[in-house]
């Protein structure tokens, strides 16, 4: 996530709102390199891809 790309549009909520929280200005606050739960990992693509500013990617070790 790159809080500094982030326009709080939303659209990763729209996929999961479990998955993808927002504060309390819409913005998203999943965090930097948070660990997707198991079975979630779909979601997590979807959510990724919807983000019409690419705040979000996949990151790993």
């Known amino acids: 996530m790159d809080i500094t ?9 729209l996929i999961d709102p479990a998955l993808f929280s927002l504060d309390s ?25 919807a983000c019409p500013v690419q705040a979000l990617s996949t990151y790993s070790d």
């Open 5 to 13: 790309v982030c326009e709080a549009k939303r659209q990763c909520n």
């Open 25 to 49: 200005q819409g913005y998203s606050n999943i965090g930097i390199a948070r660990e997707v739960p198991d079975g979630d990992e779909d979601q997590a693509e979807q959510g990724m891809h």
